[in-house]
């Protein structure tokens, strides 16, 4: 069965720009959560989505915004992007919105380089 | 959020038991105990996880002390894919999954 798919799999951006990341989640899981990766602050979690609707988000500015489609695939939004955004920004689904009994699958993650 | 403490590094040699050990001494009783492993450039992998007693899977097992404050991993016979930061979690609901620094195991042949 396929995996969680994230595209694209490396990004370079320039300071100021934005940028938007898809991620599509394993088939039937209606639980989707973003996290951001890097060498200073590890993982970190950003938001999750469950049938559309944010159900809890992390400490991060606004700048960073998500949203998730009717079939469950969903995207994130960096604005205005400064050179600490650079990470690696994972994504992972699960049947976890029935409950905490079930376990999250990750992508491999976007590589995000902001110069 | 309730925090977990790991070793930061345990070494162990090819085909031996490990036991990576996790502290949880503010769990809550809602609280699932969830390991992920994270190999070199790659997202977490799921490994297994638990509430009250003790579960095994196809990769691992999860012992769960009995006051739950605390838990192991038990990799039964470590081979070399096995090298990977481990990260032991505490989940609830919500899809928030806080990641501390894990530990790192690294395997000798």
């Known amino acids: 069965k396929a995996g969680v798919t994230q595209t694209p799999r490396y990004l370079i951006k320039t300071r100021g720009q934005q940028v938007t990341l898809s991620c599509s989640p394993i088939s039937g899981h209606r639980s989707v959560s973003w996290y951001q990766q890097t060498p200073g602050q590890g993982l970190q979690f950003l938001f999750e989505?469950?049938?559309?609707?944010?159900?809890n988000k992390g400490n991060f500015p606004g700048r960073f915004s998500g949203r998730q489609f009717s079939n469950s695939r969903s995207e994130m939004n960096v604005s205005t992007l400064e050179l600490g955004d650079s990470a690696l920004y994972l994504c992972?689904?699960?049947?976890?919105?029935?409950?905490?009994?079930?376990?999250?699958?990750f992508g491999s993650g976007t590589r995000l380089t902001v110069v | 959020d309730a925090k977990t403490t790991q070793p930061n590094s345990m070494e162990s040699n090819e085909e031996e038991p490990v036991h990576l050990p996790c502290n949880h001494s503010t769990i809550s009783g809602t609280d699932y105990i969830h390991w992920y492993r994270q190999l070199p450039s790659q997202g977490p992998e799921y490994v297994i996880h638990?509430?009250?007693s003790n579960v095994n899977n196809r990769m691992a097992s999860l012992a769960i002390a009995e006051d739950r404050k605390s838990s192991t991993l038990i990799l039964h016979r470590a081979t070399l894919r096995d090298a990977a930061v481990y990260y032991c979690i505490l989940y609830n609901q919500g899809g928030k999954l806080i990641f501390g620094q894990g530990t790192e195991l690294s395997v000798k042949p």
């Open positions: 992972a689904s699960s049947l976890a919105g029935l409950g905490a009994n079930y376990g999250y699958t």
């Open positions: 989505y469950f049938s559309e609707t944010q159900r």
């Open positions: 638990g509430l009250t």
